[in-house]
Nanobody, 126 residues
Framework: QLQLMESGGGSVQAGGSLRVSCGAS????????MGWFRQAPGKEREAVAV???????HYVDSVKGRFFISRDNAKNILDLQMNRLQPEDTAKYYC????????????????????WGQGTQVTVSS
């Protein structure tokens, strides 16, 4: 079984930066495609960005050019560097993983990711 645990996050003013990280443990071979989703109060969980083991990345349009996803396969760590944060980025951010490549299915759908962390809160004030 694969376990995921997020860290980082916190509060920042609009225009600032934050980094969230996710550590994977257990059956890490299942972590082929890893990514970040977020859920704001009263809204559905939505995809943010994903990355394959070979480093290929995908981003949703709303974060392109501001957020950068990366992973260290040797250390089983996934990071999300978030720059130029806006109040609409406020949400709980979740790390997710699956054993299939990101390109093997609709990576924006949370139902395609069987492994999830507990989430970490990111709050952006105006």
């Amino acid at each position: 079984q694969l376990q995921l645990m997020e860290s980082g996050g916190g509060s920042v003013q609009a225009g600032g930066s934050l980094r969230v990280s996710c550590g994977a443990s257990g059956y890490t071979v299942s972590a082929v495609c890893m990514g970040w989703f977020r859920q704001a109060p009263g809204k559905e969980r939505e995809a943010v960005a994903v990355i394959d083991k070979d480093g290929v990345t995908h981003y949703v349009d709303s974060v392109k050019g501001r957020f950068f996803i990366s992973r260290d396969n040797a250390k089983n760590i996934l990071d999300l560097q978030m720059n130029r944060l806006q109040p609409e980025d406020t949400a709980k951010y979740y790390c997710a993983a699956r054993a299939l490549a990101c390109s093997a299915g609709p990576w924006t759908k949370d139902s395609f990711f069987p492994y999830w962390g507990q989430g970490t809160q990111v709050t952006v004030s105006s």
